[in-house]
């Protein structure tokens, strides 16, 4: 199927995990779903005035970082020793640049930093004190430490450190996925990580074909879950390779994929949308924060089982 003319779609996850449907849960949802609704209404606005995938993923993520109920930017976790290291990356799909920061604190959106390593740099991955001194030098902007600390955090760190179960924010990553009116495809991805994690420790969100990839020729993807299992497995890679070389349709690679990951151990989800506009949101937890929007049709977001699968616009 063609991909309608001048057709332009988005999606948006906000991390996969054990997301309980207690009646605390169940009180904050309503501000899960706002937060998803912001964020892709930001990515819309921008792709229906015409504007490029990139610019919409960034924006998007943007908004989700800024948002402390999402483990990236503001609301990241933090490791073992209390301390917090952000990773970020994107990728443009008409030529697959990418950028990504990995273990950085300080750019306020860390989604920005990556975006300055692929725009003003000749690498892809910067990490720690290099990556800093990089987004000074470019100006990306910086926030004070204390804004990236809150009290939830925290608090779901002490629960990891007393051996309690942490229900959520222990693990989880904002992401976003885009077709623009020209046919180009972008994705972005950001995280905080794991909360109680190992200080130095990388999971898939900067590894580029693990927990991000784009390509016109294929789909964009952006993941978030078990971050190990998604790199030693290529993840997002591994979708854009059925749909090349199997010829599969977007739906059947990502939910064979998840499916793959839950039967070696590997739990979390995808956000995808290929060049034809169709959007599929699988994912092997008990639920995961995720929306979408086609052209100018109603903003949709879920947490739960709802039907993961939209055909193109």
């Given at each position: 199927m063609n991909r309608p003319e001048a057709g332009f779609a988005l999606a948006v996850h906000g991390g996969a995990g054990t997301i309980p449907r207690n009646a605390a849960r169940k009180s904050r949802a309503g501000l899960y779903h706002k937060g998803l609704r912001r964020a892709l209404a930001a990515g819309r606005s921008l792709l229906a005035a015409g504007g490029s995938a990139i610019d919409a993923v960034t924006e998007a993520v943007v908004v989700l970082e800024d948002d402390p109920?999402?483990?990236?930017?503001?609301?990241?976790?933090?490791?073992?020793?209390?301390?917090?290291?952000?990773?970020?990356?994107?990728?443009?799909?008409?030529?697959?640049?990418?950028?990504?920061?990995?273990?950085?604190?300080?750019?306020?959106?860390?989604?920005?930093?990556?975006?300055?390593?692929?725009?003003?740099?000749?690498?892809?991955?910067?990490?720690?004190?290099?990556?800093?001194?990089?987004?000074?030098?470019?100006?990306?902007?910086?926030?004070?430490?204390?804004?990236?600390?809150?009290?939830?955090?925290?608090?779901?760190?002490?629960?990891?450190?007393?051996?309690?179960?942490?229900?959520?924010?222990?693990?989880?990553t904002v992401g976003a996925?885009?077709?623009?009116?020209?046919?180009?495809?972008?994705?972005?991805?950001?995280?905080?990580?794991?909360?109680?994690?190992?200080?130095?420790?990388?999971?898939?969100?900067?590894?580029?074909?693990?927990?991000?990839?784009?390509?016109?020729?294929?789909?964009?993807?952006s993941a978030t879950g078990h971050g190990e299992l998604f790199i030693r497995h290529g993840a997002a890679f591994e979708i854009a390779a059925r749909l090349r070389h199997a010829h599969q349709s977007l739906e059947e690679a990502a939910r064979a994929v998840i499916d793959h990951l839950a039967a070696v151990g590997g739990s979390g989800g995808v956000i995808a949308l290929d060049r034809d506009g169709a959007v599929t949101l699988p994912f092997n937890t008990a639920g995961m924060y995720r929306g979408y929007v086609q052209n100018h049709g109603a903003i949709r977001t879920a947490i739960y089982d709802e039907a993961y699968q939209i055909g193109p616009p």
């Open positions: 109920l999402f483990n990236a930017g503001r609301g990241s976790v933090f490791t073992a020793l209390g301390t917090q290291e952000m990773d970020a990356s994107v990728m443009d799909g008409r030529d697959c640049r990418a950028g990504a920061v990995a273990g950085v604190l300080g750019p306020r959106n860390p989604v920005l930093a990556a975006r300055a390593v692929m725009e003003r740099s000749r690498h892809v991955l910067l990490i720690g004190d290099g990556a800093l001194a990089f987004c000074r030098k470019e100006g990306v902007p910086f926030a004070e430490l204390d804004y990236f600390r809150t009290g939830e955090r925290m608090r779901e760190l002490q629960r990891h450190l007393n051996a309690e179960r942490c229900e959520a924010g222990q693990c989880g996925v885009a077709l623009d009116r020209d046919g180009n495809l972008a994705a972005a991805t950001s995280t905080g990580g794991m909360t109680g994690k190992a200080p130095g420790r990388v999971g898939d969100t900067p590894i580029i074909g693990a927990g991000i990839y784009a390509d016109n020729a294929t789909c964009a993807v």
